[in-house]
């Protein structure tokens, strides 16, 4: 009776929500198996694209993974996890952001039964973790590598790779001749890390086949001051001269003041300020450079004195944009114009000035270091550069990795089902429960190869038979979806190939992801402070957006 009388303990705030147990990580998995639903669509070849339309009003057609997970803005705080292995997976290796979240949301679907039933969370991590590192062993023994082959062997295995990759995206139509594109600019910058030494310029018009790879830089003409017109707009082997200083007549700043005690005196301070600036602009003429670029403005007095001295220049170069011309020309930024030496000046055999669409481009060509390229992409609508561009990121992130890591596995949901097939086998070696849940991560591997045929409108069932009996016998271990017709086929044979890298990274992050998941048995929120907070936010904004608002209405009342 006494035990019944006692107080009940109150720890947490009132108004706090917490959820625990079985429950809470079942309904964790059902949040997370919701977010895989929405991008399910968009795998493989003949995936499905998604418009998402934010509140700005901005509309993004993609069926990049990870782009779409970043723009759904998902706020279940377990579905985030899924949101952050997409942007990993994009981060690494460029590729597989949607197959990562399929992977843990069905390695999650698959626990499900289990812990509804009172099996133990961390019992299944365990099985879990054992069958990842498992899956990941595989990969590497079944894994080709493509050292040692010559230039031109390497170029076509690394277009295939590229191929695989674009196959699924927008572009996939094009996808030999942005193939070959993508690996020349991945070469051309040689072994340098840096992924802003390739960059890609998007403009509107023409059709896809008129976008071109520039071997060295490209960029959009900036704003010019009168006298331009009058500037060459092509030169061979010229010196080019990169400086981080104005070269313009400047205002003085508004507190500037000087005493004269005669008024003539005021002429030599003219003179002065104007000794100041020709003295810069001598200096450039006498460095011998013929193009002179500047992160900085160059004024209509410096565009006019280099047109009369058959100089080419160009002000407010963005940074990139100019790092990229010195790492392409061997030039060096300076940041003063005295004594220039020719150490520092750049140089190309070709720079001329070309009209593309609309826009005139600067293009430098032939660069002595060659550690850049320009990817100028053409289109009809903005939504589908932009598209294409994300799509060229991945295609030049999974090059980069093969060189890097030059090791290819079959793609089309071979090498899932030969990594299904093994655990399976293994999983009949293992006494107790484990059994079962190796058995239901080899099962979850199949949602690749399912999902290709389900997203090419084929019978998944009869398809994913026919692999399951060719990867049974011993000699199918290449065999996957042929998504041209409905069967299948040895993808290793027919070119689908993906970096093994891809698959690793994958498999990785989706089972660290769903035992992750599975571990959370309570989630404590306290809508309390969330509203309290929001309520000083929407505070804070009132009152300066209400002071700011009232103080014009009043002036506006005055003035009438």
Not at 205 to 221: C, E, H, I, Q, Y
Not at 508 to 516: G, H, P, W
């Amino acid at each position: 009776m006494a035990s019944m009388m006692q107080p009940q303990i109150i720890l947490l705030k009132e108004g706090t929500d917490t959820s625990q147990g079985g429950a809470q990580v079942v309904s964790n998995i059902n949040a997370c198996t919701a977010v895989a639903d929405i991008v399910r669509t968009t795998l493989g070849p003949r995936g499905m694209d998604k418009l998402i339309h934010d509140d700005k009003g901005s509309v993004t057609i993609s069926n990049d993974g990870a782009t779409i997970m970043r723009l759904l803005d998902i706020v279940h705080p377990a579905s985030k996890i899924l949101v952050d292995i997409a942007k990993s997976q994009d981060s690494e290796v460029g590729d597989g952001t949607t197959t990562v979240v399929l992977l843990a949301a069905e390695f999650l679907k698959e626990a499900k039964p289990y812990v509804e039933d009172g099996v133990h969370p961390h019992s299944l991590i365990r099985s879990y973790r054992a069958a990842g590192n498992m899956a990941i062993q595989r990969v590497k023994e079944l894994a080709v590598s493509i050292e040692g082959k010559s230039l031109e062997e390497k170029k076509s295995l690394l277009a295939k790779c590229a191929a695989t990759t674009l196959s699924s995206k927008l572009i996939g139509g094009e996808k030999e001749f942005f193939a070959s594109m993508v690996v020349d600019a991945v070469l051309a910058i040689g072994n340098d890390d840096r992924l802003n030494l390739i960059g890609i310029k998007k403009v509107p018009g023409g059709t896809m086949r008129d976008s071109f790879l520039v071997n060295g830089v490209a960029f959009k003409k900036t704003f010019s001051y009168a006298g331009f017109e009058q500037q060459p707009k092509k030169f061979l082997n010229p010196k080019i001269l990169l400086l981080n200083i104005e070269l313009e007549l400047k205002s003085e700043k508004e507190n500037a003041e000087i005493r004269l005690s005669d008024p003539l005196q005021y002429q030599s301070i003219v003179d002065a300020e104007w000794n100041i600036i020709y003295d810069k602009l001598d200096n450039c003429v006498k460095s011998g450079a013929k193009i002179v670029l500047s992160r900085l403005a160059i004024g209509d007095l410096a565009t006019q004195y280099f047109a009369d001295r058959d100089i080419f220049c160009a002000g407010r170069v963005t940074e990139e944009d100019l790092q990229r011309v010195a790492a392409a020309t061997g030039g060096m930024v300076q940041t003063s114009v005295n004594n220039v030496i020719d150490e520092v000046l750049g140089s190309c055999e070709v720079f001329e000035e070309k009209q593309v669409g609309n826009e005139r481009f600067n293009i430098f060509s032939g660069c002595p270091s060659g550690q850049t390229a320009t990817i100028v992409l053409r289109g009809g609508a903005d939504q589908f550069i932009e598209e294409a561009e994300r799509s060229l990121h991945d295609a030049i992130m999974i090059v980069r990795r093969a060189l890097k890591n030059s090791t290819v596995v079959p793609g089309g949901g071979a090498i899932d089902m030969e990594i299904s097939k093994y655990l399976r086998q293994h999983a009949r070696t293992i006494a107790g429960k484990s059994q079962f849940f190796v058995n239901s991560f080899a099962k979850a591997l199949e949602v690749i190869p399912r999902q290709l045929c389900d997203n090419a409108g084929f019978d998944a069932t009869d398809v994913l038979n026919k692999l399951r009996q060719k990867h049974a016998s011993g000699e199918g271990a290449n065999y996957g979806v042929d998504i041209n017709t409905g069967g299948i086929t040895d993808s290793f044979a027919n070119f689908v190939w993906e970096p093994a890298v891809v698959k690793i990274n994958a498999i990785n992050a989706a089972t660290e992801a769903s035992c992750l998941i599975l571990s959370v048995d309570e989630t404590v929120k306290n809508p309390k402070s969330e509203s309290a907070q929001g309520e000083a936010a929407a505070g804070a904004m009132a009152g300066r957006g209400g002071g700011a608002m009232r103080g014009r209405g009043g002036r506006g009342m005055r003035r009438r």
